[in-house]
């Protein structure tokens, strides 16, 4: 992980948020993440070990995505993701879940 994106991304945090009606009536069926394309194979790889919160509250750039999923694999004993859902995911990710933020869980 890159502490100075981590950082950066933590200022950044104090950008405004969208407003968005808060809609929790219904049980979200993918926890807090966004219901965008790729949203489905992200839920099944990356929350069977933790919760989803922990994705969707990082900001992080393509780049440090790649990284972070190299760490699960190497260090947290994830199972490679085989293509076409790397790039899903990745895509999704680093979309959704960068630097600016635009989807931090309230
Ligand atoms: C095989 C189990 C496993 C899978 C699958 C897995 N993780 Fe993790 N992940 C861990 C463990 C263990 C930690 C570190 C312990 C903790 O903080 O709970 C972690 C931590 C994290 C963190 C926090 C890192 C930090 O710096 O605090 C993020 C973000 C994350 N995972 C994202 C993902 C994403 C995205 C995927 C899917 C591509 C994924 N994880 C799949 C086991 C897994």
Redesign the pocket.
């Known amino acids: 992980?890159n502490l100075k994106s981590?950082a950066m991304a933590a200022v950044m945090t104090l950008a405004v948020f969208p407003a968005t009606a808060a809609d929790e009536d219904d049980e979200p069926e993918f926890g807090v993440l966004v219901e965008k394309p790729g949203v489905e194979e992200?839920y099944a790889?990356?929350?069977?070990?933790?919760s989803e919160r922990?994705?969707a509250?990082?900001g992080?750039t393509r780049k440090d995505?790649i990284e972070?999923?190299e760490?699960?694999i190497e260090?947290?004993?994830?199972?490679e993701?085989e293509e076409p859902d790397y790039t899903l995911?990745l895509d999704y990710?680093s979309k959704h879940y960068n630097t600016d933020r635009p989807n931090f869980p309230k």
Do not use: F, K, N
């Open positions: 992980m981590v992200t790889y990356c929350a069977a070990c933790h922990i994705i509250q990082q992080l995505w972070l999923i760490w699960m260090e947290q004993e994830m199972e993701i995911i990710l």
